[in-house]
């Protein structure tokens, strides 16, 4: 697909050009897809390798619409620099994971609760016993008792112990 094709298939909105599709969701609006030579291809790099050249690295719009495509726009950044300045940094965060783990909790969609987590802690019986009892998988029973799994959000304290 060449620039000029590449132009006619999109919405020319000032200076952004927004590739037409048909895509339902959000993800494919902002990051819209197309074949180029029978391979899925994201526009917004086709349309920047087509005027630049080759791409080391991701390409963000700096004219702050999701959806453009225009070379004009485009900054090469890392993509550590990307996921920063899509706020996404965060994504993966140890804050992110207890909030995830307290909402699953809050609706009970666990099959253990924390004083369950307590006893398993405190046992001393082996793994696939207790795993056993309250009906869930070994492996879990072991990363409760590591710290790893059911941490207990509630205690400030409850992460500033020794590390293993």
């Not at 006893?119 to 409760?144: F, M, N, Q, W």
């Amino acid at each position: 697909m060449n620039l000029k094709t590449l132009k006619f298939r999109c919405n020319v909105v000032g200076e952004c050009w927004e590739f037409r599709t048909d895509a339902k969701s959000v993800l494919r609006k902002h990051h819209p897809m197309a074949k180029v030579d029978g391979k899925p291809k994201l526009m917004r790099r086709h349309a920047y390798e087509l005027v630049r050249g080759s791409l080391d690295g991701c390409l963000a719009p700096f004219c702050e619409n999701p959806a453009c495509i225009n070379p004009a726009h485009q900054k090469v950044m890392t993509i550590a620099q990307r996921n920063k300045l899509g706020g996404k940094a965060a994504a993966n965060s140890p804050t992110r994971g207890a909030k995830v783990a307290q909402t699953k909790r809050e609706r009970g969609l666990t099959k253990i609760d924390i004083d369950i987590a307590h006893a398993i802690r405190a046992s001393e019986e082996a793994s696939d016993v207790e795993a056993a009892r309250y009906g869930i998988d070994p492996s879990l029973v072991t990363k409760i008792r590591r710290g790893q799994g059911w941490k207990d959000y509630t205690n400030p304290f409850s992460g500033l112990g020794a590390r293993a």
